[in-house]
């Protein structure tokens, strides 16, 4: 499978690298496309292995457990969106727009960041992360995990997110705080639009253009600081 942009993975959350042989890149797509299928609870090596035509022990090879399979997922996720992010604002001078291409970034709403013939399904990714990131941090062990660096690449976008907003307003005090609440609104709000509709305003039409505009609506007209309270009316189909 060839992830088209190499990213660097920790090494601690893989006992062998599963970029480097086809057994493993086998284990990358098939284990992505299965734990966007089935969700985390029913997913497990044995029922991978069989997917793939191999044995479980040699899953466990590469990993020493679907929690760690979840975390490379995690990981490599938030390095593509960095990259992303870095990539289609470096060019952009004004704060605002690039507040606008930031949130278009975090919900994959940006132009040229899906490709059709892409062997890596970001859809399923962006899926993955929706419905189970809370997963890998929402355990006992997240200290000891932090500690490893696992959820630097997460805390590094958040960062240059939280950058872009001191930049359209540099007396704003919560710009990291902020920068988390976007994130993690989003992915919310696209869950709640899907499976808990009475928890948004958009479990009715579902449209994912309604929740960029209250992304925005958060972003540029927080009651807490300095950013305008009206909003223009845009589409943000790409």
């Not at 959350?13 to 086809?22: A, F, I, K, T």
């Amino acid at each position: 499978m060839a992830w088209e942009i190499q990213v660097k993975v920790n090494e601690k959350l893989y006992l062998r690298n599963p970029e480097l042989s086809d057994l493993g890149r086998k284990i990358l797509s098939a284990g992505a496309k299965m734990i966007d299928a089935m969700g985390l609870e029913e997913f497990t090596f044995k029922k991978l292995a069989k997917s793939i035509g191999t044995n479980e022990s040699s899953v466990y090879r590469y990993f020493e457990s679907k929690h760690r399979l979840l975390l490379y997922f995690f990981e490599w996720y938030w390095r593509w969106m960095e990259y992303q992010l870095e990539f289609h604002t470096h060019n952009v001078d004004d704060s605002e727009k690039k507040i606008e291409i930031a949130l278009k970034v975090l919900t994959l709403k940006q132009e040229h960041m899906i490709f059709a013939d892409e062997e890596v399904d970001k859809l399923a990714l962006h899926r993955i992360v929706i419905k189970e990131a809370s997963k890998t941090y929402l355990t006992h062990h997240v200290n000891e995990d932090n500690e490893k660096q696992f959820f630097k690449p997460y805390k590094d976008f958040n960062g240059k997110l939280a950058q872009i907003i001191k930049s359209y307003s540099p007396h704003y005090k919560y710009a990291r705080s902020l920068s988390s609440t976007l994130i993690e609104m989003s992915h919310y709000q696209y869950f709640f639009m899907h499976h808990l509709p009475s928890l948004t305003d958009f479990g009715t039409t579902k449209d994912e253009n309604e929740m960029m505009q209250f992304l925005l609506d958060l972003a540029f007209s927080s009651k807490t600081g300095p950013f305008v309270s009206v909003m223009p009316d845009k589409s943000f189909n790409s």
